[in-house]
Antibody, heavy 120, light 107 residues
Framework: QVHLQESGPGLVKPSQTLSLTCTVSGASISGGSYYWVWIRQPAGKGLEWIGRLYTSGSTKYNPSLKSRATISADTFRNQFSLTLNSVTAADTAVYYC????????????WGEGTTVLVSS | AIQLTQSPSSLSASVGDRVTITCRASQGMRNDLDWYQQRPGKAPKLLIYAASSLQSGVPSRFSGSVSGTYFTLTITSLQPEDFATYYCLQHYDYPWTFGQGTVVDVK
């Protein structure tokens, strides 16, 4: 049973860098055919795909973030992380990590989400 | 980017009703679309993947279909636990994009 848990600071100052980690249990982030995904949701709004990391190490990002996002893996700790720099109030949201099964399709495992507030 | 136009944005229904939600894609994308349910304060839950495949453990009253660039989620007999927000997601091309969401509430 795969389980994901997000962690990171709940408050970030404008212009600084947001860093979140997703700890994975029940699967190896460097094995199988999975995408490890970050998604966010501002309060009262819809879902936005941020980007994904494939088990090979390749990454893809949403161009709407204007190259501010980086997703990386720590295979030793079995974690993957999101870094978003130069944050503004518009980056305030609930951030979710999720696991997409590239063989069958669909993000069937999600973390519970972590709220990040960008404010001075 | 592929645009997904999801409709309606909200609907009111009663227990036992048949509910249909549609996502229209801005271009052809095979069957690379999923449907998710999100209850307030919770992470989304996968219902349907590859347009019409029912995720394990999801009740059979949920179904998905596709005709061209029109993808449909149907709930045949709405249950109390189905009042929620529903999203479609395309993963045919980058960036992956979600529909705007459909809120299903109590009539």
């Amino acid at each position: 049973q795969v389980h994901l848990q997000e962690s990171g600071p709940g408050l970030v100052k404008p212009s600084q860098t947001l860093s979140l980690t997703c700890t994975v249990s029940g699967a190896s982030i460097s094995g199988g055919s999975y995408y490890w995904v970050w998604i966010r949701q501002p309060a009262g709004k819809g879902l936005e795909w941020i980007g994904r990391l494939y088990t090979s190490g390749s990454t893809k990002y949403n161009p709407s973030l204007k190259s501010r996002a980086t997703i990386s893996a720590d295979t030793f700790r079995n974690q993957f992380s999101l870094t978003l720099n130069s944050v503004t109030a518009a980056d305030t949201a609930v951030y979710y990590c999720a696991n997409y099964d590239a063989t069958w399709g669909g993000m069937d495992v999600w973390g519970e989400g972590t709220t990040v507030l960008v404010s001075s | 980017a592929i645009q997904l136009t999801q409709s309606p944005s909200s609907l009111s229904a009663s227990v036992g009703d048949r509910v249909t939600i549609t996502c229209r894609a801005s271009q052809g994308m095979r069957n690379d679309l999923d449907w998710y349910q999100q209850r307030p304060g919770k992470a989304p839950k996968l219902l349907i993947y590859a347009a019409s495949s029912l995720q394990s453990g999801v009740p059979s009253r949920f179904s998905g279909s596709v005709s061209g660039t029109y993808f449909t989620l149907t709930i045949t007999s709405l249950q109390p636990e189905d009042f929620a927000t529903y999203y479609c997601l395309q993963h045919y091309d980058y960036p992956w994009t979600f529909g705007q969401g459909t809120v299903v509430d109590v009539k």
